[in-house]
């Protein structure tokens, strides 16, 4: 019986319908009275009594039982797409649905299930990732229409795994960023199909000034590939930009520019999302001159944050914090074992961001070798400070030793940094 109830719940017509009526609440509810999942059980009768499970948000928090996260899990083809929808669907209204709920809850007495409702997006998030990731279906709102590719077939610029075309999308100059499929064995596709996944839903989530903006997705210029659609930044990254502007070290700018930088791994931190690969590449300028985080093949959730280095990472391992490659010994990082990236790792890497907009050169520059600076963050070396000369440099670089502390804890969070920075910022200002 309950099995039987199970396939009929996840038919296409019942998915659609997920989350937007009573019956289908009532359908659910008595599916979890078979199965003797009593916690699902309130929190199904919670949103009947609320009468609009939208926009109580309340499907989210049913998914995330084991039970019913591996229906959604299971999903494929039309169904997972469908169901995707719905999910983004509910991430876009977030804001009106923790406002409305909240209201309908005091208004009619009902004990709220949940402890933290700020969590309701998070969860919403992890599980549209992790369906996409066992599905490889993505929403059908990412994909868009009448991109045009320009008519060179070379890419203007390549790094890791994937090449950065240039591109038309209605009015705008767009990058268009494609991964090297061609390169890769027919066994690892389905593996790098499935990253290219997970990296396009993380980014959409995301809106902050000092975040490149995802645009979407397009399938038509490189069929069979897809693309991800994003805005063109003339300005290039961060070191290229200072370097034609011919900016000097003293300028307010760099100060300026490394307190967007802030806000905008900040915001990410606030999101519960880690980076995993911040230098100074990965950071854009655009035509107003603000600083643009990008790249985000590396990007993993704060809660759930084991992940292998792969060998596209091998460009960043001068930016490793040390306890990532003493989790597995530096020959294993190097070999593709696990590491633990976290917020505290990407505070380290943003020291090193920081040293690269002063320098002009990544961390320890002397060292050419990309496995010998491995060996020596794990013996405990950290990169090199330039001299101070100035109270404000000693004021400045004494913040970024403390980004680099040996036991990550003891490293400020991404706002303490923040509150530092803006002192910077009116020092150069009152100069």
């Known amino acids: 019986m309950l099995e039987s109830s199970l396939v009929a719940f996840t038919s296409h017509d019942l998915v659609r319908s997920l989350g937007q009526s009573k019956p289908f609440c009532r359908g659910l ?9 009593s916690s699902d059980h309130e929190v199904v009768q919670w949103a009947i009594d609320l009468g609009d499970a939208s926009d109580a948000s309340s499907l989210q928090i049913i998914i995330d039982s084991p039970t019913l996260k591996q229906l959604v899990l299971s999903l494929r083809g039309d169904d997972a797409v469908s169901f995707s929808d719905f999910l983004c669907n ?4 977030r804001a ?9 809850l005091n208004r009619n007495r009902i004990n709220y299930p949940f402890p933290d409702h700020r969590s309701f997006p998070h969860v ?3 599980l549209l990732v992790a369906l996409a990731e066992a599905s490889e279906a993505l929403p059908s709102g990412l994909f868009l229409q009448g991109v045009q590719a320009l008519q060179n077939r070379d890419p203007l610029y390549g790094g890791g795994s994937s090449d950065i075309f240039k591109g038309n999308y209605g009015s705008a ?3 268009l960023k494609r991964l090297r499929f061609f390169e890769l064995a027919p066994e690892d596709r389905p593996k790098v199909h499935k990253q290219f996944c997970r990296e396009s839903l993380l980014w959409q989530m995301l ?10 997705i397009d399938k038509e210029t490189s069929q069979p590939h897809l693309c991800m ?7 290039g990254h961060i070191l290229q930009y200072l370097k034609k502007n011919d900016i000097p070290p003293s300028s307010r700018l760099r100060a300026q520019l490394l307190l967007e930088v802030a806000e905008g791994l900040a915001y990410l931190h606030s999101e519960n999302v880690v980076h995993g690969d911040m230098r100074a590449n990965n950071i854009l300028v655009d035509d107003q001159g603000h600083a643009r985080i990008t790249d985000f093949g590396l990007a993993v959730f704060a809660e759930v944050t084991r992940q292998s280095l792969s060998s596209d990472y091998r460009g960043s391992l001068r930016w490793l914090a040390p306890e990532l490659v003493r989790s597995t010994g530096q020959q294993g990082a190097m070999a593709g074992q696990k590491v633990h990236r976290t917020r505290e790792s990407d505070v380290w890497a943003y020291g090193c961001v920081f040293l690269e907009v002063y320098t002009g050169h990544p961390p320890f520059p002397e060292e050419k070798n990309d496995y010998q600076v491995v060996v020596q963050i794990a013996l405990g070396a950290r990169p090199t400070c330039p001299p101070c000369r100035t109270a404000t440099d000693r004021h400045r670089w004494a913040l970024v030793e403390t980004c680099w502390h040996p036991q990550p804890s003891e490293r400020p969070t991404m706002q303490a940094v923040i509150e530092t920075l803006e002192l910077d910022v009116v020092v150069y200002m009152d100069e």
Not at 90 to 93: F, L, Y
Not at 207 to 216: A, D, R, V
Not at 229 to 235: F, G, I, K, Q, R
């Open 29 to 37: 509810l008595d599916i979890l009275s078979m199965a003797g999942i």
């Open 90 to 93: 509910i991430i876009g209204k």
């Open 96 to 104: 009106l649905a923790s406002h409305r709920s909240r209201s309908k």
């Open 124 to 126: 919403l998030r992890r």
């Open 173 to 175: 100059v767009v990058a």
């Open 207 to 216: 809106e902050h000034p000092n975040i490149l903006p995802f645009l979407g």
């Open 229 to 235: 659609v994003l805005p063109w930044m003339e300005n």
